[in-house]
């Protein structure tokens, strides 16, 4: 059995690295020693960011319709809510979905597979890696089916998509270098009866514990998670009826538990692999990086590692691209991974710290200093970038170069309305429906540009007027501007000067593409 990718792991980042590939048309199979999706919710969020791909892949519409948003964030200190984030407006005018979708990753899941099989391809489930080898051309992997009958398979690439006890990590002895929490956690999908709103998320300190409450589809379901109470054994007996009162009683609030759906227990690591591809073999999502649950970046993570690596793959497969553009992939995404393992690190270490210092700040500092950020527009922009994940960027890359005003490459090409000639409005997010790269000009003369017969190019020109003067003035682009903009809407190339000799070795200095 021969394909051109192998990717192992069918959870959200293995089905968005398949979808991905298909939409460029590049053969690959896709494997996973369950039966099917899973139907734990898990992951719980999904951010703007992840919304803007679906959006490019067609299925926005169907997030948005299956999932719930987030209104507001409460901080309930001792019963009393002494911290309030409303999320309404937070986003406005970043992304066209300024808000926070509670859709758990059963849903997820099922949401891209359903777009695979629209598109004729298949998870083969029930099959497992049991081993491969890496040479120069390729990959032999050996994969057992349901049977238990093992195929050899012939692969350029794997994919290692497989989780936090990644095999493919395992086989390719890798390090996992991090640490885990002192804490148990545990997760339970259940009804909640209390007073508080019931489409807000809670977060509930007391002196000995904290929980967070997760709003779900279905009146009164909430993802709750906390600290296991200490008397309580993590040996996998427990249910979350043998500990609903030790709960009640220390999150120090009025509150009741009914219909219980899912319960787990479980330890919280942080840990990130030395480097993302080995030859040819790449790892993503959790066979990469794992870290807290705080802001819900997790799968979301993963799902931007697909997006990242699929389009640079399919250079590389289609002819498009010189192999070291792959090099890339772990040059931008090593280097997010890091930072959001550091920054939640942090956040959490904060929320269970047991210390003094730490119950200080959170019972007393922390309810004041949010009232206070909550008014400053900066923060509420500056919260929203960062959780939304449309923040992210690869400035540092070897990929990125240039910058009109400050705007620079390597940040993702903003969202913004613009005024066409005509005088309607339109999206910048239009400009992104093929597969291929873009060219994007404001106040430049057009330019002829020749790219490489096998690459799509699309150019659009943003109408010079007082209302487009003053929309993108306000993002902080120049007076004009010309940008290659990559198959995953990030700015490549920027410059405020019209240079077709610059552009042209872009091409091949920076991206790799043949001629």
């Known amino acids: 059995m021969r394909t051109q990718v192998l990717i192992v792991g069918a959870g959200p980042t293995g089905l ?29 969020a999904v951010q703007a960011r992840s919304v803007e791909i679906f959006r490019q892949m067609g299925i926005a519409d169907k997030a948005v319709k299956h999932g719930r948003k987030a209104k507001a964030l409460n901080l309930v ?17 970043l992304s066209p979905y300024p808000y926070i979708l509670m859709l758990e990753q059963n849903k997820n899941e099922d949401l891209l597979n359903e777009h695979l099989k629209e598109q004729r391809q298949n998870v083969l489930w029930k099959h497992t890696l049991v081993n491969f080898a890496d040479n120069k051309d390729g990959v032999i992997a050996i994969i057992k089916d349901a049977s238990g009958t093992e195929i ?24 996992f270098l991090g640490s885990t929490y002192e804490n148990v956690f545990f997760v339970a999908d259940t009804k909640v009866h209390w007073a508080l709103p019931q489409d807000e998320i809670s977060i509930a300190i007391s002196t000995k514990t904290f929980s967070a409450f997760f709003p779900m589809e279905g009146e009164s379901r909430y993802r709750v998670v906390g600290t296991m109470p200490e008397k309580f054994t993590d040996d996998g007996s427990v249910k979350f009826e043998d500990i609903e009162e030790t709960v009640k009683k220390q999150t120090e609030i ?5 219909d219980t759906s899912w319960f787990s227990i479980y330890r919280v690591h942080h840990r990130v692999v030395q480097e993302f591809r080995k030859g040819n073999v790449f790892l993503a999502g959790d066979a990469a990086h794992v870290h807290s649950p705080v802001g ?9 590692d697909a997006y990242n690596l699929a389009w640079k793959m399919a250079w590389v497969l289609k002819g498009i691209a010189a192999e070291p553009l792959l090099d890339s992939y772990n040059e ?17 270490s904060i929320v269970v710290s047991p210390s003094h210092w730490g119950k200080f700040f959170k019972f007393n500092i922390l309810p004041l200093l949010i009232p206070i950020l909550m008014r400053l527009s900066a923060f509420k922009t500056m919260m929203f970038k960062f959780v939304s994940q449309i923040a992210v960027k ?34 910048s997010f239009e400009f992104f429906k093929e597969t291929g790269i873009y060219i994007i000009t404001y106040n430049m003369p057009y330019m002829e540009l020749k790219l490489s017969a096998k690459l799509k190019l699309f150019q659009f020109k943003i109408p010079y007027n007082e209302t487009n003067k003053s929309t993108l003035m306000k993002i902080g682009f120049g007076d004009s501007f010309i940008c290659v903009v990559r198959p995953d809407t990030y700015i490549g190339y920027i410059n405020d000067k019209c240079d077709k000799q ?10 790799f593409i043949l001629e």
């Open 296 to 304: 819900a970046q997790g799968m979301n993570t993963g799902l931007q």
């Open 16 to 44: 968005m690295m398949a979808c991905q590939l298909q939409r460029w048309g590049i053969d690959f199979i896709i494997i996973d020693d369950k039966e099917t999706t899973t139907n734990q919710s898990r992951a719980l």
């Open 502 to 511: 610059d552009i042209q070795a872009y091409w091949g200095k920076q991206l």
């Open 254 to 258: 009025p509150v009741s538990f009914s």
């Open 152 to 175: 050899e398979m012939q692969a350029r690439y794997i994919v290692g998509a497989d989780g936090a006890k990644s095999v493919v990590r395992n086989k390719l002895g890798m390090q």
């Open 394 to 427: 690869y400035s540092k890359s070897s990929l990125s170069c240039g910058n009109s005003g400050h705007v620079k490459a390597g940040t993702r090409f903003p969202y913004f309305k613009w005024q066409t000639d005509e005088g309607k409005t339109s999206e």
């Open 77 to 93: 200190v001792k019963d009393k809510v002494r911290g309030h984030i409303a999320f309404e407006g937070f986003g406005e005018g």
């Open 332 to 348: 931008e995404r090593h280097r997010i991974a890091k930072i959001l393992v550091e920054s939640t690190d942090r956040a959490f």
